[in-house]
């Protein structure tokens, strides 16, 4: 079953075009990540499946449901979830105070809440100002956010930029780990080492076109490469396209 569906969709601000007539299907339960190069498209991508952006042109549908009605919309959005960036969340509110305040938005009882912070080990943290995490934790409690309301489908944007190799790690066990088991992950990244080691699949994205849409692996045995990086720079920089 695929959880997102997109066929032939166009987007342009005034006479540029940013997606140029493309279609994918994502299948549930796989991590994948959208990569490329600065204003290929990606963020209008991630905007447009996130419900915040509409097509000029084309379908898209998520978890079964068009984009295009906004009942639809309305019932997508409560099934998603969004990592924020670190910007979006209130510097002075303790932990404890922002999971009330987004469980409050989704109707989310306590006992789930409890579940979260256990899985997320946020217990010693409850009651510290989200401005006084370090950047691992700030990404760890954005990530509990994001699947406090056990979405079916959750959006992470670049969500271990700034972190250390152990930090890096500890994120994507979070991220992989049990309590997110058969749910489906789409993320934006830079780092193409994260891409080969965690990802199912990649959607290249090169000048508003998809140059490749795979597994990791697939990606580099079509290239004859051993390194996704190795892979990615042929693609985006050398225009092949698989």
């Known amino acids: 079953m695929s959880i997102i569906d997109v066929r032939n969709i166009t987007k342009k601000y005034g006479e540029k075009t940013v997606l140029d007539d493309i279609s994918f299907a994502i299948p549930a339960g796989e991590t994948v990540a959208v990569v490329g190069p600065n204003g290929t498209g990606k963020t209008t991508l991630l905007e447009i499946l996130m419900t915040i952006r509409k097509v000029n042109n084309g379908t898209v549908t998520i978890l079964g449901k068009s984009t295009g009605e906004q009942k639809s919309v309305d019932a997508i959005r409560a099934k998603i979830g969004v990592m924020l960036q670190e910007g979006g969340m209130y510097s002075f509110i303790k932990l404890k105070e922002a999971l009330d305040l987004f469980a409050s938005f989704y109707s989310v009882g306590k006992e ?131």
């Open 112 to 242: 789930k809440i409890s579940r979260l912070v256990e899985y997320f080990e946020l217990q010693p943290y409850l009651n510290t100002k989200f401005e006084k995490l370090s950047g691992g934790w700030k990404q760890r409690f954005l990530l509990a956010i994001a699947f406090l309301h056990d979405p079916d489908l959750i959006f992470l944007d670049e969500p271990t930029t700034g972190l250390d190799p152990k930090a890096t790690q500890l994120v994507w066990e979070k991220i992989r780990g049990g309590v997110q088991k058969d749910k489906t992950i789409l993320l934006s990244t830079h780092s193409m080492e994260e891409v080969d080691k965690f990802c199912d699949r990649v959607i290249v994205l090169n000048k508003g076109k998809i140059a490749a849409n795979d597994s990791p692996a697939n990606i580099k045995k079509a290239l004859g490469v051993e390194f996704f990086s190795d892979a990615y720079f042929r693609l985006v920089e050398g225009g092949e396209k698989l």
